[in-house]
């Protein structure tokens, strides 16, 4: 970190997905970043949320194979 300047802090969020008949479909977990601290352009201008997803997941490492 810069001198004079401190760490925006996170926390992780845990979320249980049921399915309609009740029984648990999915757990998900997902690290967030506790923006409220944040003032806009002063810290950031522009944000990025990456999310990714199994099938893309296994596009880029089937790319990944196939390209050697």
Known sequence: ?????????SKWVF???YKVDGSVERHKAGLVIRDFEQVKDK???H???PVDKI???RVFITFVA???
């Open 15 to 17: 979320k249980t997905k």
């Open 43 to 45: 810290y950031y201008k």
């Open 66 to 68: 196939v390209m050697g």
């Open 55 to 57: 099938t893309t997941i």
């Open 1 to 9: 970190m810069p001198l004079g300047k401190k760490a925006i802090s």
């Open 47 to 49: 944000t990025f949320s």
